[in-house]
């Protein structure tokens, strides 16, 4: 089909490990995008990561992080971790690709989906179970990415990828602690939590409420019978819950949440929290949606963003054309509605849905399945298998 728009330059981060498989199926959605409609993709592919470290030296090539920046109309990211990896400083090796750029690009907003797909079983006790029902799991959990407990490491790995002398907290000594202390500052500020919690709001405004009675409800979860932080952060969400009379503000500590989430995620539909909580409480939530291998996110900024899946680089399965590529399919997913609304195209929007369709229509199907829920599908079948669907789908469609 000939071209008549213009391509948008899509940053590809394979990373490492399982990052590398996962990362080829999220190209081939978006070849299987560009082979069935007029849409373009200028896919520029970025080694990076752990193990590129070992290999050259440098997490990844002088000049990246400008071009992110710069240059890609938005990204996608693989996994970052490489067994051994670590800098001389002892960060993360790889850790200016993953957090340099959401704190170097000021990436506030980490946008975690948490739905049950029909024909998804979920792992618990080493089985394969149905304890949530499919359309009782579908919220967001927005967590804060920019600040919060991982404040000193993000602010070093943006430093690190700007070519700036890396940050350090202050020296400082605690009453009541002997010998060594290791301390990480957990700053949260106002500005950060207003412009995370704003976003929660207005997502409320576009979804149809929480499965269990349609309302719209925004949680904010918390520890603010314990920390300042978490004080500031809801007295913060109280203020910005006053302009969306229409959505109902739930509260909850981050604690008992944990409880909640898995025995009533239906009452769920907008969650907002800080960085450190919303990382522990994303890998929970993966549990209700059928594991790590379905969860997708979206690194989100005013005007960048990176899409990655949720799980890590998982080595001990890396080469092995094994794990599931579905979180990674739907993190181009939600690339297409992202890029469709920055840039007023409401075809990309459309597309995201018809990758939703896809997906769902692979699981209904029940037949190419990954390990992780109960098939022996290898990870590019599934990935040639909805990549087919949706080639169909755009074919029908435009
Ligand atoms: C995630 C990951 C990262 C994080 C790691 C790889 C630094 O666990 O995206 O949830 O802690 O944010
Ligand atoms: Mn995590």
């Not at 009379?245 to 907002?272: C, H, K, M, N």
Request: hydrophobic share 35%.
């Amino acid at each position: 089909m000939p071209k008549n728009m213009a391509d948008y330059r899509i940053g590809i981060l394979p990373g490492d490990g399982t990052g590398r498989e996962v990362a080829l199926e999220a190209q081939r959605i978006l070849d299987t995008i560009e082979q069935h409609t007029n849409q373009g993709f200028d896919q520029i592919v970025i080694p990076c990561g752990g193990q590129h470290y070992i290999e050259t030296g440098e997490e990844w090539a002088e000049g990246s992080f400008d071009f992110c920046r710069d240059e890609a109309d938005a990204l996608y990211l693989g996994a970052i971790g490489h067994p051994g990896a670590y800098l001389p400083n002892g960060d993360l090796a790889g850790g200016s690709v993953i957090l340099g750029l959401r704190s170097g690009l000021d990436l506030y907003a980490n946008l975690r989906p948490i739905k049950l797909y029909e024909g998804v079983p979920h792992k618990v006790h080493g089985k394969f179970t149905q304890i949530w029902e499919p359309g009782m799991v579908d919220m967001t959990i927005l967590r804060e990415n920019t600040e919060g407990l991982y404040h000193s490491l993000l602010r070093r790995s943006a430093d690190r990828a700007m070519g700036r002398t890396p940050y350090e907290p202050p020296e400082m000594t605690f009453p009541g602690l002997k010998g060594e202390v290791a301390y990480d500052p957990r700053p949260i500020s106002e500005h950060g939590s207003e412009r995370l919690i704003r976003m929660g709001f207005e997502i409320a405004e576009t979804r149809n409420g929480a499965p269990i009675d349609g309302k719209k409800r925004v949680s904010c979860i918390d520890k603010s019978n314990v920390t300042r932080g978490c004080q500031l952060f809801r007295r913060t969400f109280d203020k910005v819950a006053l302009d969306y009379p229409d959505t109902e503000p739930d509260y909850g500590y981050i604690d008992a949440f944990t409880q909640w989430l898995t025995r009533s995620p239906e009452s769920y539909d907008v969650v907002v929290t800080s960085n450190m909580f919303g990382d522990i409480a994303t890998d929970l939530g993966a549990v209700l949606q059928g594991g790590m291998g379905m969860a997708a996110s979206g690194n989100i900024g005013d005007d960048n963003a990176f899409f990655e899946p949720v799980h890590g680089s998982a080595p001990k399965y890396a080469g092995m054309n094994k794990v599931n590529p579905i979180a990674s399919i739907n993190s181009i997913q939600l690339m297409m509605y992202w890029l469709g609304r920055k840039n007023n195209d409401d075809e990309l929007a459309q597309i995201g849905s018809l990758i939703d369709d896809s997906v769902a229509d692979h699981l209904r199907d029940g037949k190419g399945l990954t390990y992780d829920l109960g098939g022996t599908a290898s990870c590019s079948d599934v990935g040639e298998g909805i990549a087919a669907r949706l080639a169909t789908k755009l074919q029908d469609t435009f």
